[in-house]
């Protein structure tokens, strides 16, 4: 079904969760700038509750995030993450409507249910939450009874499980070792404490991983009823990040064998009838992704394609990033300089960007092309665009006509680097990112 053409995947691109990418932030932004955001932000408004810990620390992964082996470590962070809540909550306007929460890490349920409820009764007492919708992100191997029937307390409707294969040889490769009994186990419970959307990530690309093994996982996850399926390549930059030295590289299957992988998963999804969303998210077609996606309503943030359509997303804790319309700002990526921080009572927002007209307009034709495969683009910025985007429109894998630049239904591993042709901050950083399929 797709064309295979090497070299327009040879440049590692974005994933393009915020524009301009994190690459960009400087520190010439800051709490002031921070500040001065969140009391002009009005009405709808997400929030992202960040707990940089797991129980465990898997070798490939690539998040800011530590073991959850000291007591007086976690304690601390909540204590920080508490003060930060209601630091922010007392600067937004009274016209300010929390419609989301979305716990992420790490692993949010490295901490214990009874702290995660106070953490959640903090929430509730210093936001002006509007029936929010719940989502979190879940470590199967330290999920239980306890953690199900807070989740159920709280009203958790959506919770994505880090699956990533169910093969035992290669949980071994990675350093993730969750026998079938767990996920078996979560899945059940995250049921009957009322989760309806349950997202699995799956990943390709691993050390020693084989057609066949892919294959298995994808048809256990649909086996599961998952509602959502994202299925991400492995990045292995170990030179970026120190815990992945642990994965055998010279195991790791070439671009073609990844190319091939992607193909697999995206017809074995479609067959099992799931609706493709963007290039490497699929959901089933009652979802609310994918009935977002049929609308043209779909988004990207800091968690991937999304049907929330917030215009201001609030990132809390350690290295959580908040997205404004005019602003991206990040908070202090060491949680022991974050902790002393608000210990002083003072917000950790330390790098970002102030988002010029240019960068959102430009960033608007990005996240159309990746959410919907199509953009209407200014001639300005198809003409600045075109010499990177021409070898893609010579090998037919886009088109334009009237000023809207289609990407086909074949060429969906490109979008990305598509995508890129429209990103000119590229062009002047050295920045390495993640392979484009």
């Known amino acids: 079904m797709w064309p295979y053409h090497p070299q327009l995947l040879a440049t590692p691109v974005p994933r393009y969760t915020s524009f301009p990418t994190a690459a960009e932030f400087t520190e010439k932004v ?28 898997c070798w490939y992964c690539g998040c800011n995030t530590a073991a959850a082996n000291r007591a007086s470590r976690l304690e601390s962070y909540l204590d920080a993450l508490h003060r930060e809540i209601e630091l922010v909550a007392a600067q937004l306007p009274a016209s300010a409507r929390i419609r989301r929460i979305a716990f992420g890490g790490g692993s949010p349920n490295a ?43 709280v009203g958790a409707r959506h919770a994505s499980l880090g699956v990533q294969t169910f093969a035992p040889h290669l949980q071994e490769a990675i350093g993730r070792v969750q026998p079938l009994e767990m996920i078996d186990k979560a899945v059940t419970l995250l049921r009957d404490a009322g989760v309806s959307s349950l997202n699995m990530d799956l990943m390709y690309g691993l050390p020693g991983q084989t057609e066949d093994d892919l294959t298995a996982s994808l048809d256990l996850a ?47 999804l479609v067959e099992a009838g799931y609706q ?72 950790t927002a330390e790098r970002g960007i102030v988002r010029s ?50 990407i086909g239904s ?16 590229r062009q002047e950083s050295a920045r390495r990112f993640s392979s484009a399929v």
């Open 30 to 57: 800051g709490p002031q700038d921070y500040v001065e955001a969140l009391r002009g932000a009005t009405g709808d408004i997400s929030l992202y509750v960040h707990i940089p810990f797991c129980e465990k620390i």
């Open 111 to 153: 901490i214990a249910p009874v702290d995660f409820l106070r953490l959640f009764d903090q929430l509730t007492l210093s936001f002006p939450l509007h029936d929010p919708l719940i989502s979190i992100e879940l470590d199967p191997r330290t999920f239980d009874e306890s953690w199900a029937q807070v989740l159920g307390g």
């Open 222 to 268: 649909t086996h599961y009823g998952a509602d959502r399926i994202a299925l991400f390549g492995y990045a292995h930059v170990p030179h970026l990040i120190a815990r992945q030295k642990r994965i055998d590289g010279s195991k790791l299957p070439d671009q073609e064998v990844r190319f091939r992988m992607a193909a697999l998963g995206h017809d074995r």
């Open 276 to 347: 493709q969303v963007g290039f490497d998210h699929f959901a089933l077609p009652g979802d609310p992704l994918a009935q977002a996606a049929r609308r043209l309503q779909l988004h990207r943030n800091f968690q991937g394609y999304t049907e929330d359509n917030a215009p201001i997303l609030i990132g809390l804790g350690a290295s959580a990033i908040s997205s404004f319309p005019s602003l991206l700002v990040q908070n202090e990526k060491n949680s022991g300089r974050y902790r002393m921080a608000l210990s002083q009572g003072h917000l």
């Open 357 to 406: 007209v240019e960068d959102r307009r430009r960033g608007a034709i990005i996240s159309e092309l990746l959410c919907h495969g199509r953009a209407r683009c200014d001639r300005a910025a198809l003409d600045a665009a075109y010499p990177r985007l021409k070898p893609f429109l010579e090998a037919g894998l886009a088109t334009i006509e009237n000023s809207m630049l289609v």
């Open 410 to 425: 074949h060429a969906l591993p490109y979008s990305r680097s598509i995508a890129a042709a429209f990103d000119p901050y």
